[in-house]
Structures are given as structure tokens and as C-alpha cells.
């Protein structure tokens, strides 16, 4: 935690000081804007599904539909951005009307959106590239970010600086709470998605491994929330192998698996397949997916062994 004193460092002021180019600044702070709206959509925003109308008539949108379009309008008026892709449209837009944008964008407006219903934390996740192509793969981000809609609203970036946190405060600003987050080498945490009776033999012995060193499950079926405990507590290795059925497991490169891997990355940990560093898998599909074991580097070399028996 940074010291009381420095909690006035906002985010603008922070991106500013730490080099970040003056236009990658501006976007990442129209994004942090838009979450704003998003966090008051999750809040207190109709539960209903998307096409439904509430008691009065109106029409109701499902709270991923309305997180899709605060963050794409946002994204759209900053004069900024040449392409937006959402994980909730499954297509390449184009929204550079006066061809002034520099980057594009590509993110997932609110990940893990059924677990608001039982009032769980979620979160939206965003990746930036420098240029009109959003399957550039993911070392080439220019920039990543992800929002936690917790108890506290919360927001991790990076822009090649390290990693920083920020909360947002009384006044609607994020403000610093920990700078260049680092991991640790090994953790005690395993955060393991997908079901046990579908383990793969050598992901299903890492998991016994991980338990009989005592490691503590950890997992409420939001990614945003899942790794950003591991990430923050600086320890532990969360997991979408593949399973019988799902040779590329469930989560999503473009907007999930790269923007997480790189923030996991410049905080010191690793992201890898079980074979491949994920930010080296060659991405040709939005909907392209791929097993995922991220955390702790000397945990994701270990699961290697065992993916190799
Ligand atoms: O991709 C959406 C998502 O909800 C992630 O946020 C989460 O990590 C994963 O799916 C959970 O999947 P499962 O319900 O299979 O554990």
C-alpha cells in the first residue's frame, strides 16, 4: 500500500508522471471514465434481460448490453480509437469517423455478468494496441486494464511501468493504492476452473500437487475478481486447463487471456497454455480460445512436468 499522503495521486496525474505518451494517457483515463457509468449500471441497474421491458414499459437492457454500450460510445466519441472490438459483439468496429484514432481496443465490458445476480464481484477488462489491427497478439499491447465492481471499485493498468492500483474514492477519482505491484516466485493459493470429473490426467495431478503443499482454493468464477486476488496477495496460480470435451479450455484470448497475461507479466508472474506463454499464442479468431494457467512463475513451469507425463 502506498502511504496515506499519496492516496491523492489520481490516475491522470499518475500515467502522467510515470512517462506514459500523452494520447495512450487519454485513453486510459476515457476508459477508467466509462467504468464509472458501468460500476452505477451494476449497481442499480435492471436485472432484466436484454429485449425485455420492465413495469413501465421500458425497455430493459441485460447489464453486459449496457456495459458493451457506455464503454463503445466512450470509446467511440474519444477521437482516439481506430477499431473496437467487444467480447460482447464478436465483430471488428470500426469507429474512426475522422481518422484522427491511434489505437484500437478490445475488451470484455463486464466479465462474469451472471454473477451479479447473486451479488458477487465482477469486473471489465480492456486491451490496447497501437494501430488499426486488433489481432496484433498479445505482446504487442500497448496497454492493459482491468476494473474490479467489488465492494470497493478498483482499477489495475499497465503501460509497460509496472503495475498500479487504484480505488475510487468519495469524490469519483481513482485514486493510487499500490504501485508496481510485484509477485512472488511460488504462492499458496490455486484459483482452478472447470469440472474436476473433465481434468485431463496431468492437470489433474498438478491439482493434487498444489493440495497436498497446502495451497488454499480460492475461486468465485469471476476471472476479474480470481486474479486480481492472486495478483494483489502477490501469490498463487489460477487456472482454465483443457479438459475432455474442450481441448482449448473456456476463456478467450482476445479479451480475456492477453490483457490478464500481460498485466501478470509486468507484475513479475507468468501466464502460459501448460506449453506456450500465452502472449506468444498467434491469435486469427476473436473467438479464439486457449487453456490458461497464470500466476506465480515458478508455479505455471511446474505444471509443465506435468502436463508433459
Ligand atoms: O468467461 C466468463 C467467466 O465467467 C470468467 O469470468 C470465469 O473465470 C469463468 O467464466 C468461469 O467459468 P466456470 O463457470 O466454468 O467456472
Given at each position: 500500500m502506498v502511504p496515506i499522503e499519496s492516496r491523492d495521486m489520481d490516475l491522470r496525474r499518475h500515467l502522467?508522471?510515470?512517462?506514459?505518451?500523452?494520447?495512450?494517457?487519454?485513453?486510459?483515463?476515457?476508459?477508467?471514465?466509462?467504468?464509472?457509468?458501468?460500476i452505477n449500471a451494476v449497481r442499480t441497474g435492471d436485472?432484466?434481460?436484454?429485449?425485455?421491458?420492465?413495469?413501465?414499459?421500458?425497455?430493459?437492457?441485460?447489464?453486459?448490453?449496457?456495459?458493451?454500450?457506455?464503454?463503445?460510445?466512450?470509446?467511440?466519441?474519444?477521437?482516439?480509437?481506430i477499431n473496437i472490438s467487444s467480447e460482447e459483439k464478436d465483430i471488428i468496429v470500426n469507429v474512426d469517423s475522422d481518422n484522427n484514432g491511434l489505437f484500437s481496443v478490445a475488451f470484455d465490458p463486464l466479465d462474469g455478468s451472471s454473477l451479479v445476480d447473486v451479488n458477487l464481484a465482477v469486473g471489465s477488462i480492456f486491451s490496447i494496441y497501437k494501430g488499426?489491427?486488433?489481432?496484433?497478439?498479445?505482446?504487442?499491447?500497448?496497454?492493459?486494464?482491468?476494473?474490479?465492481?467489488?465492494?470497493?471499485?478498483?482499477?489495475?493498468?499497465?503501460?509497460?511501468?509496472?503495475?498500479?492500483?487504484?480505488?475510487?474514492?468519495?469524490?469519483?477519482?481513482?485514486?493510487?493504492?499500490?504501485?508496481?505491484?510485484?509477485?512472488?516466485?511460488?504462492?499458496?493459493?490455486?484459483?482452478?476452473?472447470?469440472?474436476?470429473?473433465?481434468?485431463?490426467?496431468?492437470?489433474?495431478?498438478?491439482i493434487d500437487f498444489l493440495e497436498k503443499r497446502g495451497s488454499k482454493l480460492r475461486y468465485s468464477g469471476g476471472l476479474v475478481p480470481d486474479i486480481n486476488q492472486i495478483l494483489l496477495?502477490?501469490?498463487?496460480?489460477?487456472?482454465?486447463?483443457?479438459?475432455?470435451?474442450?481441448?482449448?479450455?473456456?476463456?478467450?484470448?482476445?479479451f480475456e487471456l492477453y490483457p490478464m497475461a500481460f498485466i501478470v507479466e509486468q507484475a513479475g508472474g507468468s501466464a502460459s497454455t501448460g506449453k506456450t506463454g500465452i502472449l506468444d499464442v498467434k491469435i486469427d479468431n476473436l473467438d479464439q480460445r486457449a487453456p490458461v494457467y497464470i500466476g506465480c512463475k515458478n508455479d505455471v513451469e511446474k505444471v509443465k512436468d506435468f502436463l508433459k507425463e
Open positions: 502522467r508522471e510515470s512517462g506514459i505518451e500523452p494520447k495512450l494517457r487519454g485513453l486510459i483515463c476515457e476508459i477508467a471514465e466509462a467504468t464509472k457509468y458501468v436485472l432484466g434481460m436484454a429485449g425485455t421491458s420492465n413495469l413501465y414499459g421500458e425497455e430493459q437492457l441485460a447489464l453486459d448490453v449496457l456495459s458493451d454500450r457506455i464503454i463503445s460510445d466512450r470509446l467511440e466519441n474519444s477521437g482516439l480509437v488499426e489491427n486488433i489481432l496484433q497478439g498479445g505482446r504487442k499491447q500497448a496497454a492493459a486494464l482491468f476494473v474490479v465492481y467489488g465492494p470497493r471499485t478498483t482499477l489495475i493498468y499497465s503501460a509497460k511501468k509496472g503495475v498500479h492500483e487504484f480505488a475510487l474514492n468519495h469524490l469519483g477519482d481513482f485514486t493510487l493504492m499500490r504501485e508496481k505491484i510485484q509477485m512472488k516466485d511460488t504462492g499458496k493459493i490455486y484459483s482452478p476452473g472447470g469440472l474436476r470429473s473433465k481434468y485431463l490426467p496431468g492437470h489433474k495431478k498438478f496477495k502477490g501469490e498463487g496460480i489460477f487456472m482454465y486447463p483443457a479438459l475432455q470435451g474442450a481441448p482449448h479450455g473456456k476463456l478467450r484470448l482476445l
